[in-house]
């Protein structure tokens, strides 16, 4: 695996790939890479001659900077584990090769209406134009066919696809399935910061979406997200969001019509860690047997 930090030296090794009518997939990355991250390599790997991973820790998409100073680092392992999965390139940039003007220079404004006023837009404000900033950059430099990114940030996938027609990004999105421990728990980096009983815990919010899952009836949701969020709070999750919307367009439900497809999406503190997860609900209301 080539380890590359300059943004020019990566751009120049994948002009040579293009030319040579090589594939690109790209699978952006904070590090502390998971199997979750390892299977969006995979997955670009099947699909893909050249595989890129980044690691960047982004501190533009930060809005809590106590989150941003503890977020974990383990980069022997991330190269260990990314030349054992076959990645061929990992891009390691410095924040003065994303961001050239520092962090807080020349900052634009991406337009993300609606997307950027609920869920994770609503409570961490700024976040997803701190997102836009660096996909927009790295996509710049990576230039890749194919970009992989996990269903467990659903709304971010979301986002990425609005920010690619922004930009007149060429790349095709792929959505991964979330990579869950045994016990339901969604692999997260965020999950090396909890204790031995905070980690116990946390799986509260695969509970929680599992109740919905298995109890949703079409009508007013009220009553199943209050039972939801009782799940979470039996467990000391202390939620941010608990929420069911629309698949497509993420309009929050009040009442849901059995038909539309819908997902449910939790965002919750366990101790000072903000977790989220989601799932996709069943499609075409035909009883709990889901
Ligand atoms: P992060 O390093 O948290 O920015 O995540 C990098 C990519 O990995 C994003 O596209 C995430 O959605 C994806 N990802 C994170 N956790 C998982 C998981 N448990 N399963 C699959 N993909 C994941």
């Not at 994770?120 to 996509?139: N, S, T």
């Not at 993420?250 to 497809?261: E, I, R, V």
Request: glycine residues 6%.
């Amino acid at each position: 695996m080539f380890i590359i930090k300059l943004a020019k030296d990566v751009e120049r090794y994948l002009q040579k790939q293009r030319l040579k009518g090589n594939i690109i997939g790209f699978v952006p990355t904070m590090g502390a890479l998971h199997r979750g991250h390892l299977s969006l390599i995979e997955a670009s790997k099947k699909e893909n001659s050249i595989t890129v991973c980044s690691i960047f820790i982004n501190p533009a998409q930060f809005n809590d900077s106590e989150d941003f100073q503890k977020y974990p680092v383990t980069l022997d392992k991330d190269i260990y584990e990314l030349e054992k999965t076959g990645c061929e390139v990992l891009f390691l940039p410095s924040v003065s090769e994303i961001y050239p003007d520092g962090v807080e220079g020349n900052v634009p404004v991406y337009d993300l209406g609606y997307l950027e006023t609920i869920l994770e837009g609503k409570y961490r404000p700024g976040h997803f134009q701190g997102v836009c900033r660096v996909m927009d950059r790295l996509m710049h430099i990576i230039d890749p066919h194919h970009l992989y990114l996990g269903q467990k940030d659903y709304q971010q996938c979301m986002v990425i696809t609005k920010l690619l027609s922004l930009i007149d990004a060429r790349a095709r999105i792929h959505v991964c399935t979330t990579l869950r421990e045994p016990d339901g728990l969604a692999m997260s980096s965020r999950n090396m910061r909890l204790n031995e009983e905070e980690r116990k815990l946390a799986t509260g919010l695969y509970e929680s979406l599992t109740f919905i899952k298995q109890n949703i009836q079409p009508g007013p949701l009220s009553n199943l997200l209050k039972e939801a969020r009782k799940i979470l709070e039996q467990k000391k999750l202390v939620p941010d969001y608990i929420e069911i919307a629309t698949v497509d367009t993420l309009s929050l439900l009040d009442d849901w019509d059995g038909q539309t497809k819908i997902i449910a999406l939790i965002a919750a503190f366990m101790g000072n860690v903000r977790l989220i997860d989601n799932m996709i609900l069943p499609f075409n209301f035909a009883g709990n047997e889901n």
